[in-house]
């Protein structure tokens, strides 16, 4: 079906030019754009033959960051950390919106629970050095 779909919009428009990432919405959330961007260019034979190929690219693109020595370059090369890993998750079926969602969630209930049990030895986390919150923040990833 979408091959017959893709036929019928390229005789639609063999007059004009046609990129192959038309259609991809600007409003849609960025990581979910990203994906639908990469899958586009991968239809047309522009994507890594193997995993490996989006992995080091992944390496690649945090000694930029690392290297990065302006806040407009580390947003740059932040972004483009970002567009590799919408790349990891569409070639291996990941939901990159969804498994950040979760990630946000888990991240929320371990911080809550470090806040629980300090709040059970009278504590804040202010009171905390950050060894001592990394200790807390162990325990939690342990439950």
């Not at 390496?59 to 932040?78: D, G, Q, R, V, Y």
């Not at 804040?124 to 325990?139: P, Q």
Request: with cysteine.
């Amino acid at each position: 079906v979408n091959a017959i779909w893709d036929e019928r919009k390229a005789i639609e428009n063999k007059d004009k030019h046609v990129s192959a990432l038309d259609g991809v919405a600007m409003a849609l959330p960025a990581l979910l754009r990203a994906e639908k961007l990469v899958k586009k260019a991968g239809k047309v034979g522009f994507k890594w033959p193997d995993i490996e190929g989006v992995l080091d690219k992944l390496a690649e693109e945090i000694l930029e960051l690392k290297e990065a020595s302006t806040p407009e370059t580390m947003e740059e090369e932040f972004g483009d950390i970002l567009f590799v890993l919408a790349n990891y998750a569409q070639r291996n079926g990941i939901n990159a919106e969804t498994a950040l969602r979760k990630a946000n969630d888990k991240f929320v209930r371990r911080f809550k629970g470090m806040e629980s049990d300090l709040q059970v030895k009278n504590k804040r986390m202010s009171d905390c050095n950050l060894s001592e919150l990394l200790d807390l923040w162990k325990k939690q990833k342990k439950k």
